[in-house]
């Protein structure tokens, strides 16, 4: 079976610090490895996938995630947070063998930029 | 560039009554899925279609049904609705198989059952 943690419900940061958004997972097999948001009333936005080589990932609105095989953890990351980046974030993984399409998602994590 | 639509996107339903959920994609996608979304339990699937005429279970299924007869539609239906089924439920869909994952989101559709 395949699991996703996201030990922080909710996250609070000043506006121009950098943000940590934490994700550790279980899976069998080599993972892949995504980070999604949402925005309130809205469905998921795809942000920055991991499935292999460069362990640190580029994505969408200057965000990055760090892939580390060692602590099964993929930490969502931005040096500068601003007021926009308010939302509601989930990481997600499934096996990166052919044929299982399944995402397990985690529980998610509120992430607030106060200014 | 519609994407992923789901209607209706509220509805409220009695205990018992049966309702259909439409969502449908413009993007050729041959995998389609169904989320709900719950409070501190985040997305969890509920069945899902690799290709037209074809569904399978995900980790919570009871309760509900699902038809893929067109590629571009999945449906999810409620025979008997329950309390329990009140959820904000999601449908998404991605590229065939050797994909490497990322689903594209309908907006969700509001269901709370009285």
């Known amino acids: 079976a395949q699991s996703v943690a996201q030990p922080e419900d909710q996250v609070n940061v000043a506006e121009g610090n950098p943000l940590t958004v934490k994700c550790t997972y279980s899976?069998?097999?080599?993972?892949?490895l995504f980070w999604y948001v949402q925005y309130p009333n809205r469905g998921l936005q795809f942000l920055l996938k991991?499935?292999?080589?460069?362990?640190l990932v580029k994505g969408s609105y200057g965000f990055e995630a760090e892939f580390n095989k060692s602590q099964t953890s993929f930490h969502l990351k931005k040096p500068s947070a601003l007021v926009s980046d308010s939302a509601l974030y989930f990481c997600?993984?499934?096996?990166?063998?052919?044929?299982?399409?399944?995402?397990?998602f985690g529980t998610g994590t509120r992430l607030t930029i106060i200014p | 560039n519609a994407g992923v639509t789901q209607t209706p996107k509220f509805r409220v339903l009695k205990t018992g009554q049966s309702m259909t959920l439409l969502c449908a994609q413009d993007?050729?996608?041959?995998?389609m899925y169904w989320y709900r979304q719950d409070p501190g339990m985040g997305l969890r699937l509920i069945h899902y279609?690799?290709?037209?005429?074809?569904?399978a279970k995900g980790e919570v299924p009871d309760g509900y049904n699902v038809s893929r007869l067109k590629k571009q539609n999945f449906l999810l239906g409620l025979e008997s609705a329950a309390p329990s089924q009140t959820s904000v439920y999601f449908c998404?869909?991605?590229?065939?198989?050797?994909?490497?994952?990322?689903?594209?989101f309908g907006e969700g559709s509001r269901l709370t059952v009285l």
């Open positions: 998404a869909s991605s590229y065939g198989s050797g994909n490497t994952g990322e689903l594209f």
């Open positions: 899976v069998s097999g080599n993972p892949y």
């Open positions: 991991y499935i292999t080589g460069d362990n």
């Open positions: 997600a993984v499934r096996r990166g063998d052919f044929g299982n399409e399944k995402l397990t």
């Open positions: 993007m050729n996608h041959e995998y």
């Open positions: 279609s690799v290709g037209e005429g074809t569904t």
